[in-house]
Nanobody
Framework: VQLQASGGGLVQAGGSLRLSCVTS????????MGWFRQAPGQGYEFVAA????????YYTDSAKGRFTVSRDDAKNTTYLEMNNLKPEDTAVYYC????????????????WGQGTLVTVSS
C-alpha cells in the first residue's frame, strides 16, 4: 500500500496550495481519506476528511471556509485545496486512509503517506 502526497511548498500568507494524495494497493472507494498536519514539536492535528461512498466531509474549525477536501475515485486520489493560507498553517501535511470509517483521530487510520511540507510566510 502506498500513499503519495504532493503539492506542498512555500507560499505567502493569503496564498493557495492544492495538495494531492495518490494511493495504490487498496480499493480506494472503500476508504475514507483524512488529512493531518504536524507542526514542529507538535503532534498530529486533524485537518479534514472525506468519507467513502457518500463523500461526506469534515473539517477542523480552523480549516472551515478556507480548505476543501475532495476525492476522485477514478484516479485513486484525494485533494486538499487550501486557500487564504496563514503562517499558522505551516506544517508537514499527511494523507491517511481508513477503511469504511471516517475519523478525526489519527490512531484510527490504517495507512499513511510520507507527508508534504507547507510553509506559509508572513
Amino acid at each position: 500500500v502506498q500513499l503519495q502526497a504532493s503539492g506542498g511548498g512555500l507560499v505567502q500568507a493569503g496564498g493557495s496550495l492544492r495538495l494531492s494524495c495518490v494511493t495504490s494497493g487498496i480499493i480506494f472507494g472503500d476508504y475514507a481519506m483524512g488529512w493531518f498536519r504536524q507542526a514542529p514539536g507538535q503532534g498530529y492535528e486533524f485537518v479534514a476528511a472525506i468519507s467513502w461512498g457518500r463523500d461526506l466531509t469534515y473539517y477542523t474549525d480552523s480549516a472551515k471556509g478556507r480548505f476543501t477536501v475532495s476525492r476522485d475515485d477514478a484516479k485513486n486520489t484525494t485533494y486538499l485545496e487550501m486557500n487564504n493560507l496563514k503562517p499558522e498553517d505551516t506544517a508537514v501535511y499527511y494523507c491517511a486512509a481508513v477503511r469504511y470509517g471516517c475519523y478525526q483521530s489519527p490512531r484510527m487510520y490504517d495507512y499513511w503517506g510520507q507527508g508534504t511540507l507547507v510553509t506559509v510566510s508572513s
